[in-house]
């Protein structure tokens, strides 16, 4: 499922002329945390986990990302949602994948404490129906 589009600026590229490896996690850890928003009605939540994280190819200034987010676990307190990051090129319409990972999100209430999570149905049916 879609969850966000972004272009990449020149602010955000490092010596190597590519996109920080640091930057690309950030945007992920924030596109998980509107992700697992969007499945559920909790109000907070907490990333306690990222494995897989891999960089396929660099991303450059001017290109446009798109992060896509799949389920990959349903838990009592948290999910897991595994995240790909595709360079997308609008004149012809290709994708080139650029990263992905699996990113564990726990719902916490207000004393920080895990709280169970309250799934959105519809929305998890779109999830777990979509291609990552």
Known sequence: MLISREM???QDI???GALFGG??????????????ALLSRNRRFLT???????????????EIIEFHAAIARQGRTSLTLQL??????????LHRD???GAFVMVAINEALQPEPF???PDMVRAALQAEP
Do not use: C
């Not at 930057?23 to 697992?36: F, L, P, Q, S």
């Not at 306690?48 to 190819?57: A, C, D, G, P, Y």
């Not at 990051?85 to 004149?91: A, I």
């Open 118 to 120: 309250i799934w959105k």
């Open 14 to 16: 490092g010596l190597n």
């Open 23 to 36: 930057g690309m996690m950030a945007r992920m850890d924030k596109v998980a945390g509107i992700a697992a």
């Open 98 to 100: 650029v990263t992905s």
């Open 48 to 62: 306690v986990k990222v494995s897989e994280l891999i960089f396929h190819s660099p991303v450059r200034a001017g």
């Open 84 to 93: 790909e990051v595709q360079v997308y090129e609008p004149v012809s319409d």
């Open 8 to 10: 990449v600026l020149d």
